[in-house]
């Protein structure tokens, strides 16, 4: 068998291996726990103290702020790079995807600090492993938030998803020729309402 000839194999192989799973064949109980929710006060009461009051492991907070918020996988945030957040003037942006959002107090004081960290240590990523030399495993980084109180992942990102499609505009749902990225901004957009609450001095 030729060299070609393997590598397809090996690619077939892979791809065979994250296939998804045929839902006629997931439990139910597996399905009703991939799509629950957390409650939307307590997903916003954590963001709150993990960026007001709690303030060991800087870089397990910021993941956690950032599924609690914007929906993100962990597993994904675990291989951003540290160009990923950018400071100009008094601006503090981070790019997810090709999604630029700026970020605004406190969390963006948590990104330039993560960030920060990560430079001085001379790495090229956000959330890098004890070597430095490559990420924290996804693994890794939610065990660690998990620590801080986000136990589940999953229902913290259906909940803030659920949360950023209701402040989506009417229009949107109306308009299937609007581009991707459009819908998108308008997503980000509607965040702010949970800035302004994070904003707001504590009781």
């Known amino acids: 068998m030729g060299v070609g000839a ?6 077939a192989g892979a791809g065979n291996a994250r296939a998804e799973p045929d839902p006629a064949h997931v439990p139910a109980s597996i399905i009703r726990e991939q799509r629950a929710l957390l409650d939307d006060e307590e997903r916003l009461a954590l ?31 675990a291989a ?55 990420p924290l ?4 980084l939610r065990d660690r938030a998990a620590k801080l109180g986000l136990t589940n992942a999953v229902h913290a990102r259906n909940s803030a998803l659920a949360a950023l499609a209701d402040q989506l505009p009417p229009s949107t749902a109306r308009r299937p020729d609007r581009p991707v990225g459009w819908c998108r901004r308008e997503v980000v957009q509607g965040h702010r309402r949970d800035a302004r609450h994070l904003r707001r001095p504590p009781r």
């Open 6 to 11: 393997r590598a397809l194999r090996r690619h």
């Open 47 to 77: 963001a709150q103290r993990l960026l007001r009051d709690q303030l060991d492991d800087p870089p397990a907070r910021l993941p956690a702020v950032l599924v609690l918020l914007f929906g993100q996988r962990i597993t994904r945030l």
């Open 80 to 134: 951003l790079d540290v160009d990923a957040v950018t400071v100009t003037d008094s601006r503090t942006t981070l790019t997810l995807a090709v999604t630029l959002i700026r970020l605004r107090e406190p969390l963006a004081g948590l990104a330039r600090e993560v960030a920060g960290h990560s430079r001085r240590t001379g790495s090229r990523w956000l959330f890098p492993s004890s070597q430095g030399n490559r």
């Open 137 to 140: 495993s996804g693994e890794r």
